[in-house]
C-alpha cells in the first residue's frame, strides 16, 4: 500500500535538526574578481569599501574621511546634496535636511511618531519625507558613496553588498535593495551587521565552532546578536535589540541637563545645543571633564556649563541599564551562558564611552574585544563579503542560501516544509511523521521544492519508499531529515524508529542551484495564488479531522447512554449535522468552524468514556 506522510508532533531523534549547521566551504576563485563594493549603510553614519589589491579597504572621500554623516539635503531649487554638505546646512535650513532615514525604511505611515522633518502618507500606505520615499533618501547616500569609491578607484562599480541590522524584516531588506537599485547599485547580497561586525573581527583568531556576541551601539539604534560559527560560516542565534536607544538619546539628555530651557526652544537652538552635547560627549571618552559651551543659542542667551565624567555616567546609566536588558534576553534566547562565548565584540561609536565598555565587561565576565574600529567594521565586514563573491579574496566562504523551499508532501496533498526557503547553507533539518492506515508497511517519500501550499503545485526533486514495521494507524515512527551540503546537494534520511533502518537518497538536481526566473516565477506565484492556496489548505486540514472525528463520534453516542445530557446529545447531533453539511459544501472556513464546534460538544462525552473505561479496567484488576 502506498500511502502519504502525516507530520507528527514528536520531536528528538534527531537532537538539534531544525538548526542550521555548517560545514567547509570555500568555492571563491580568481584573485583579480569582479568589483563589488562593500556598503554599511548606516542610521547615523555610512562607508563604502572595496577589495584592492586582495585588501579589504575603505575608501575614503575628498576631506580624507572614510565615515560619511547619512545625511541628505534637498534644496528648494530641486537640487540635492548628501553627506557631509548636507549635514553642514543643517543649522541654517533644518527643514530640509534629512537624516536616520533608515528608521523609515519598509515602514507604514504612523508606525514611526517622530522624524527630523514632517513626514507624510504615500499612497501605498508608506511614509514620505519632502515628497521623497525613504528608498529615494536612502538611495542619496548610496550614490554618493557609489561616487566616492569610483572616484578612489577609478572605474565604475555596479555592484554591492549592503548591511541592514539583524532584527530588518523582509519589507525593510527589500527597501535596501531597492533605495541600491535607485542608486543604480546592483544588489548582490543583503548581509547582516553582526555578521559583518564578526567577519571584520576575523574567522582566523577563533578555533572551529566559535561563539561571538556582537554589542553594537551608535548614534541611534542598540542591537547585541549572539553569532555561531563553525568552519568559517555565521549564523545569527539570537539578536536582541531597541531601536531607539543610542548615543543620540544621551546628546539630547546631556542639552537638556545643561540647558534647562530646552523643551522651550526652537529648531534651530536645539540643533546647536545638540551637537555641543555631542562634542562634550566625545570629549568626556577622553578626559574627565569639558566646558559645554553655547554662545547666543538662541540669538540672545549664551551658556556655559563645566561636565565631568560622572555626570554624563549619571545621564547615560538608565540608557547603558537598558542595553544591558538586551544583552540578557538575547543569551537567554540563543540558550547559552556568557562565559560560554569566545568573545565580545564592541562595534558603533556609542562603545568609545568608558561606562559602557565597563558595563560590557561587567555583563559578560570578560574584557570585550576593542581590535574592531567601532565605525568601521560593518563596512569592513561587508566588504569582506563583497570580496568573497567577487572573487577576489581567496578561502573565504560563501553565505549561500536555499532559494526556495524544500518539503515533502503529507497526507491530504499538503506541502509539509523542511528547510525554508532563505536558509543558509549548509544546513539540515528534519521532522517526524506516521502512518496514516493501519498495517501499512511502507511510506513513499515526495522530496518538494517551492512555496506553494498544495503538493502538486511545486515541483517534484526526486520520491522514493521507505519500509517499516506495520503498525496501527498512526503508531509508526519515521523520521525525515534533510541535509544540504556546501555544494547545494541535498541528501534525504528517512530513519524508522523502531528497527533504526535508514534509508538514504542524494537527490543532485537543483536543490539550491535554480535559474532566478523560476524562482521568481515561484515566489510570484505563491502570492498570486496565496488566498486560494491557504484556503484550500485549511479545508484539507478540516476534512483530514472531520473524517477523523464523524465515525468516532458515532461509536462514542452508541456507547453514551447514561453518560450525558439529552440537551448534550442532542448538540453533538447537530455539530456533526453540520460537519458533514459544511464537507458537502466544500468551504473551508465553515468547516473548519464547524469541526471546532463538533469538537468542543463532545468533549464532556470524551471525558465521561475515558473515566469510565478506567473504572471498568479498575474493576477488573480488583
Ligand atoms: P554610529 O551610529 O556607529 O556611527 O555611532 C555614532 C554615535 O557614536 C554617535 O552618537 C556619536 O556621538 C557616538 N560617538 C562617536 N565617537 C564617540 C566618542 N569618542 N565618545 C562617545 N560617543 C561617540
Known amino acids: 500500500m502506498e500511502e502519504n506522510l502525516r507530520s507528527g508532533e514528536i520531536?528528538?531523534?534527531?537532537?538539534?535538526?531544525?538548526?542550521?549547521?555548517?560545514?567547509?566551504?570555500?568555492?571563491?576563485?580568481?584573485?583579480?574578481?569582479?568589483?563589488?563594493?562593500?556598503?554599511?549603510?548606516?542610521?547615523?553614519?555610512?562607508?563604502?569599501?572595496?577589495?584592492?589589491?586582495?585588501?579589504?579597504?575603505?575608501?575614503?572621500?575628498?576631506?580624507?574621511?572614510r565615515i560619511m554623516p547619512s545625511a541628505v539635503w534637498f534644496g528648494a531649487d530641486g537640487s540635492v546634496e548628501a553627506g557631509r554638505k548636507a549635514l553642514r546646512r543643517r543649522s541654517v535650513e533644518p527643514?530640509?535636511?534629512?537624516?536616520?532615514?533608515?528608521?523609515?525604511?519598509?515602514?507604514?505611515?504612523?508606525?514611526?511618531?517622530?522624524?527630523?522633518?514632517?513626514?507624510?502618507?504615500?499612497?501605498?500606505?508608506?511614509?514620505?519625507?519632502?515628497?521623497?520615499s525613504p528608498e529615494e533618501v536612502s538611495a542619496e547616500i548610496l550614490k554618493e558613496l557609489k561616487r566616492i569609491a569610483e572616484m578612489r578607484l577609478e572605474r565604475p562599480a555596479g555592484k554591492a553588498v549592503i548591511t541592514v541590522p539583524a532584527y530588518f524584516n523582509d519589507a525593510q531588506r527589500a527597501a535596501t535593495k531597492r533605495a541600491g537599485e535607485l542608486a543604480g547599485l546592483e544588489v548582490v547580497r543583503i548581509l547582516s551587521e553582526p555578521t559583518a561586525a564578526a567577519l571584520a573581527y576575523g574567522l582566523d583568531k577563533l578555533g572551529d565552532r566559535s561563539r561571538v556576541a556582537v554589542y553594537d551601539l551608535g548614534g541611534g539604534t542598540f542591537d547585541l546578536s549572539v553569532l555561531e560559527?563553525?568552519?568559517?560560516?555565521?549564523?545569527?542565534?539570537?539578536?536582541?535589540?531597541?531601536?531607539?536607544?543610542?548615543?543620540?538619546?544621551?546628546?539630547?539628555?546631556?542639552?537638556?541637563?545643561?540647558?534647562?530651557?530646552?523643551?522651550?526652544?526652537?529648531?534651530?537652538?536645539?540643533?546647536?545645543?545638540?551637537?555641543?552635547?555631542?562634542?562634550?560627549?566625545?570629549?568626556?571618552?577622553?578626559?574627565?571633564?569639558?566646558?559645554?559651551?553655547?554662545?547666543?543659542?538662541d540669538g540672545s542667551r549664551s551658556l556655559e556649563v563645566e561636565v565631568s565624567r560622572g555626570d554624563l555616567e549619571a545621564l547615560a546609566k538608565p540608557l547603558i541599564a537598558r542595553s544591558l536588558t538586551c544583552c540578557r534576553q538575547a543569551l537567554s534566547d540563543a540558550g547559552i551562558a556568557a562565559a560560554?562565548?569566545?568573545?565580545?565584540?564592541?562595534?558603533?561609536?556609542?562603545?568609545?564611552?568608558?561606562?559602557?565598555?565597563?558595563?560590557?565587561?561587567?555583563?559578560?565576565?570578560?574584557?570585550?574585544?576593542?581590535?574592531?574600529?567601532?565605525?568601521?567594521?560593518?563596512?569592513?565586514?561587508?566588504?569582506?563579503?563583497?570580496?568573497?563573491?567577487?572573487?577576489?579574496?581567496?578561502?573565504?566562504?560563501?553565505?549561500?542560501?536555499?532559494?526556495?523551499?524544500?518539503?515533502?508532501?503529507?497526507?491530504?496533498?499538503?506541502?509539509?516544509?523542511?528547510?525554508?526557503?532563505?536558509?543558509t547553507i549548509p544546513c539540515k533539518a528534519g521532522e517526524m511523521f506516521t502512518n496514516a492506515a493501519s498495517g501499512q508497511a511502507s511510506m513513499r517519500v515526495r522530496v518538494l521544492q517551492g512555496e506553494r501550499e498544495m503538493a502538486r503545485d511545486n515541483w517534484e526533486l526526486g520520491n522514493f519508499e521507505v519500509p517499516f514495521e506495520p503498525m496501527p494507524k498512526g503508531q509508526a515512527r519515521v523520521g525525515v531529515q534533510f541535509r544540504i551540503d556546501e555544494n547545494g546537494i541535498l541528501e534525504v534520511l528517512a530513519r524508522d524508529v523502531k528497527t533504526g533502518r535508514d534509508t538514504v537518497v542524494e537527490i543532485r538536481n537543483a536543490?539550491?542551484?535554480?535559474?532566478?526566473?523560476?524562482?521568481?516565477?515561484?515566489?510570484?506565484?505563491?502570492?498570486?495564488?496565496?488566498?486560494?492556496?491557504?484556503?484550500?489548505?485549511?479545508?484539507?486540514?478540516?476534512?483530514?479531522?472531520?473524517?477523523?472525528?464523524?465515525?468516532?463520534?458515532?461509536?462514542?453516542?452508541?456507547?453514551?447512554?447514561?453518560?450525558?445530557?439529552?440537551?448534550?446529545?442532542?448538540?453533538?447531533?447537530?455539530?456533526?449535522?453540520?460537519?458533514?453539511?459544511?464537507?458537502?459544501?466544500?468551504?473551508?472556513?465553515?468547516?473548519?468552524?464547524?469541526?471546532?464546534?463538533l469538537d468542543k460538544a463532545t468533549e464532556t462525552l470524551a471525558a465521561a468514556l475515558v473515566e469510565r473505561a478506567m473504572e471498568e479496567a479498575l474493576e477488573r484488576r480488583g
Open 340 to 423: 560560554e562565548l569566545d568573545a565580545v565584540v564592541l562595534v558603533g561609536g556609542s562603545t568609545r564611552i568608558p561606562a559602557v565598555r565597563a558595563a560590557v565587561a561587567e555583563l559578560f565576565g570578560r574584557e570585550p574585544d576593542l581590535s574592531q574600529h567601532p565605525d568601521e567594521a560593518v563596512a569592513l565586514g561587508a566588504t569582506i563579503q563583497a570580496g568573497v563573491l567577487g572573487g577576489s579574496l581567496r578561502k573565504m566562504v560563501l553565505l549561500d542560501v536555499t532559494p526556495l523551499s524544500l518539503g515533502v508532501e503529507t497526507f491530504g496533498g499538503l506541502m509539509n516544509v523542511i528547510i525554508p526557503r532563505n536558509t
Open 95 to 132: 527643514g530640509r535636511v534629512v537624516t536616520s532615514v533608515k528608521r523609515l525604511m519598509g515602514r507604514r505611515h504612523g508606525e514611526e511618531r517622530e522624524f527630523c522633518v514632517p513626514m507624510e502618507r504615500a499612497a501605498d500606505g508608506g511614509v514620505t519625507v519632502l515628497g521623497r
Open 511 to 597: 536543490a539550491v542551484d535554480v535559474d532566478d526566473a523560476a524562482v521568481e516565477k515561484m515566489v510570484g506565484e505563491s502570492v498570486e495564488y496565496a488566498f486560494d492556496d491557504m484556503a484550500e489548505r485549511i479545508f484539507t486540514e478540516a476534512k483530514l479531522k472531520a473524517e477523523e472525528l464523524l465515525p468516532a463520534v458515532d461509536q462514542a453516542l452508541a456507547m453514551a447512554a447514561g453518560l450525558v445530557s439529552e440537551d448534550e446529545r442532542r448538540e453533538i447531533g447537530d455539530a456533526a449535522e453540520a460537519v458533514r453539511e459544511a464537507l458537502a459544501a466544500g468551504l473551508p472556513n465553515p468547516l473548519k468552524a464547524a469541526v471546532q464546534r
Open 229 to 297: 560559527m563553525q568552519d568559517g560560516v555565521f549564523q545569527v542565534l539570537a539578536t536582541r535589540g531597541d531601536t531607539r536607544l543610542g548615543g543620540d538619546d544621551l546628546d539630547a539628555a546631556l542639552a537638556r541637563h545643561c540647558a534647562a530651557d530646552f523643551d522651550t526652544l526652537d529648531d534651530a537652538a536645539k540643533i546647536r545645543l545638540t551637537a555641543e552635547a555631542e562634542r562634550v560627549k566625545c570629549a568626556l571618552s577622553e578626559r574627565e571633564s569639558e566646558t559645554f559651551r553655547a554662545p547666543f543659542y
Open 11 to 65: 520531536q528528538g531523534i534527531f537532537d538539534n535538526l531544525r538548526d542550521c549547521v555548517s560545514g567547509p566551504a570555500g568555492k571563491a576563485v580568481g584573485v583579480t574578481g569582479e568589483l563589488i563594493l562593500g556598503i554599511d549603510l548606516g542610521t547615523t553614519h555610512s562607508a563604502v569599501g572595496a577589495v584592492e589589491s586582495g585588501f579589504p579597504i575603505l575608501l575614503a572621500d575628498e576631506e580624507g574621511r
